[in-house]
């Protein structure tokens, strides 16, 4: 079984290459070869022009799904509120069905939870299935996914999305697991296939280095879990929804039976290591001093990350040693890195350029920072910061 | 059932690879700047059973050989020198007389611990007087009626004042010259054992030297570590082995100061370009890559001839000859790579030309490796 | 007590590094290692071990350089291994690697615990644990940081999730994915690593066919999903001074933050 080129076929032209999603095609001389780790996946089959690609796979048969309908939302509730996520999924749900002609449904599992469907409704849901009932008050994922699956047995949805909070994200799994669904987790992008009318999911790979775009084919409901933060929710005026109060009965499988919380615990935040940080706001001789490290501190804490600095402000005594960032420091690689006052010498840089966007706000239109930097804005931090901080409501 | 199975070499090697990037590297500029012994790591590295890594299972050991012992020690002096050079005495000289000269009772009061990182063990050779001289050995052993007594001094003694047992060349026949030397064990509580304060040396800062004194130091009978006048031959015994570990040390403290001038050259940028685009710097980088790979095969081929127990004392010589002089000049070239930064003591390559020095000397100077060298040649 | 680990061989995803021409992973080079919450995982596993004489065997499902990882789950303590290894078994999704592993863990048949990494470096779903639970039946508790105690059948854990931490108590058997365990895992023993590299050492390799799967259920037959394209996120910087006086530029700037999603 498998993979392999026919070389008097081959002229050489390395579409294969690029289309392979595995990296398992390589060339010999001018002409293309299957490397050992190929999955037989048929990227390259579809890619090439000269029928040189041939294979002994026998194509997967794709079954009909047409009885599959509408883009679902798995809503996530504690303590009567919602989580935000649920509405930012409803924004992305709503276009989606708008390209697939489907509607909007909500599946909402919980406890005091009704007052919650006008807000659903609100926010874009035509249909909002609630199953409430006290034993869900508390989240189990056992018995989350008996009452999910039962619901998504019954509504057949062709799409259903999942918030990756940490519920979302330990729940998703054992819920496709039950479905017998493709599932992919972390989503930053979803779309319509215009020709398959399947869902093409678009998500980060090997530590961010590589974006993969994952097709579920041969499953439905096609599912998602998506990131907080990644979508943005959408209000729709006057939209009216039916609201279907879903009878909850808590099976007694063993699962469930097993598994019980002792205690639940809600904390400030925690402490955050700088290589673990998202984003990282970092400051240096620019700042000049505790005053400027204060603004910075406000604008970490509005991203919700950490403060570094450079070997100058370690130095200096402005921040402390473990946040150094540079060579003779951390080496770090956030989402977004802010440098506030940062002239960039290699020294620093080496610590900070493999982050995934940079931003640089120094005076010095000539300060080798820019270089690294995505954005960069020439000013005063002391002026531009606190902007920030009001233009983010801060 | 197919037969898959991992290369236990490889496997070493990446697990100490690992232990020095997370453990010895963060911490090695302030172990160095302390002068302390950093008695955490090597604890770690003895729970780690690097220590008995030449040893079998049978007295505590790891099992291992030659080879896996100098694939350990390269990695650890790629982090630490001082560190590096201890755990190596320990592996090495420090226990390999009582191994193989101690009776069941010494293994267990002191080679058990010892493997075990508990008690620590000094090698000493050098006198004031007699260096790679040693013929002039002046340290007595006096026989009893029921052992020995030592008098006399060492000096240059790695872990002198922290070893809590030593093995200790000494002249039993001042008549018979070479013929007459003996090693003896003598604990550090022997009655009559004392040591001078801690030198203070340009390297291997967070090592401990000193001079160390013998008393009418009373050993028992069991304690002379062989047959009585063969301790030159005791000595040949690992000498190949002491030098290619040397050598394995030296091929360490190359590469970091290769790692660091290739992480170093490509960050650094003058006239618009990295300095590695710069031809003269691209020549500093192929001597130490070229240099690094003759050393790396010469140790290779030198720790698998001492496994399977073949003669090779000069070819074990001229590696350890090749790989430290390799070394001193790819710390010095790292230094130039990193220009002014290079003096900085904030940057690692300065403390790579200071340790570097230090194994000019363990095991032998070059001035006489190279005279041994010759007459290998021109007998 | 029996406890099974599962632990995956990945690349070093910090040494990952882009073709700037092609855009495709460089992944010559790139070392190997334990996934870190896997290391983790065997950890506590060991802990258990030295707490309460349990036996501890780890499983992985790999390429036959994957023997490395259970060497090396060998050489911190572990008492046996397992390779799975097949070509049937590449291109896996979850759904195939938990049915892969899920069967696996069958033909053990005797075990009391199941702990895992809560995700893998080179993948970051934090989806097989859960899904081999759901294919065995047993409860579960993701990002594990701390076991309680061992006591009559059952385990008290703490697990992280947003909001703070809950303490729960499952029934055995069950299984845990763990993560951020407050101790730092053990490093490989030498003389482990040197018997884990011999013949007789305790590493059984199985196939498909040992663990009664058929290639339908496989590898990338048994998959649910399919890799369509994999790109490059971002070759290179915008490198944009913005300009406008300071609340435009700081507007514009924020502007670009949220399309990156960002905040």
Redesign the interface.
Known sequence: MGVWIDSELCNGCKRCLKACPYDAVAMRGDKAVILEHCTACGACIEACRQDAVKTDVVAREIPDFSDHRGVWVLAEAQGGELNPVSLELLGEAQELARTLGQKVGVILPGWDIAGLAPTLARFGAAKICLAEDKALATYRVEIYTEIVAELVAEYKPDILLIGATSRGRELAPRLARRLKAGLTADCTMLEIDPDEKILLQTRPAFGGNVMATIASRYSRPQMATVRPGVMQPCECEGSQAEIINHLVKVPETPAVAAAKVLEVVREAKRKVRLNEAKVIVAGGRGTGGEMGFKLIEKLAEGFGGEVAGTRIAVEEGWVPVERQVGQTGQAVRPELYIACGISGAVQHRAGMQDSRYIIAINKDPGAPIFSVADWGIVGDLHQIIPEMLTQMAL | ????????????K??MA??VDEEVIPKAREIDESGEFPYDLFK?LA????L??RYP?SVG????DTV?YCV?MQELARGLMSLAATTAMQCLMATNGLYLYGTKAMHEEYLYPALKGEKIGAFQLTEPEAGSDLGNVRTSARKTADGYVINGMKTWSTNGPKGDFHTVLCQTNPDKGLKGLMFFFIPTDTPGFSHSKKFDCLGTRSSTLSEIYFNDCHIPKEYCLGEEGRGLDVLLTILAEIRIMTAALAIGLHRAAMDDSI?YCK???QFGKPIGKNQLIQAKIANMAVNLEAGQLMVDKVTRLVRDKKSCLNEASMAKYFTVESACSASDEAMRIHGA?GYSM??SVQRYYRDNRFLLYGGGTHEVLQTTIARQYLK | MKIVVLIKQVPDTTEVKLDKKTGNLIREGVDSIVNPDDRQALELALQLKDDCQAMVTAVSMGPPQAVDVLSEALGMGCDAAVLLTDRAFAGADTWATSTTLGKAIEKIGDFDLILCGYQAIDGDTAQTGPQIAEYLGLPQACYVDNIENVEAGKITVTRRNDEGYERLSLTLPALLTVSKITVAPRYPMMGNLIDAGCEDAAIQIWNAVDIGALNSELGMEGSLTQVVKTFSPKTKRAGELLEGDVPEMVSELLGKVRQAHLI
Do not use: P
């Open positions: 059932m197919s037969m898959i199975r991992s290369d236990s070499e490889a496997l070493i990446k697990t690992r232990f770690k729970d780690m059973g690097v008995g890594l299972k050991g790891s099992g291992g896996l350990a992480k960050e650094r940028v930064y904030e940057y």
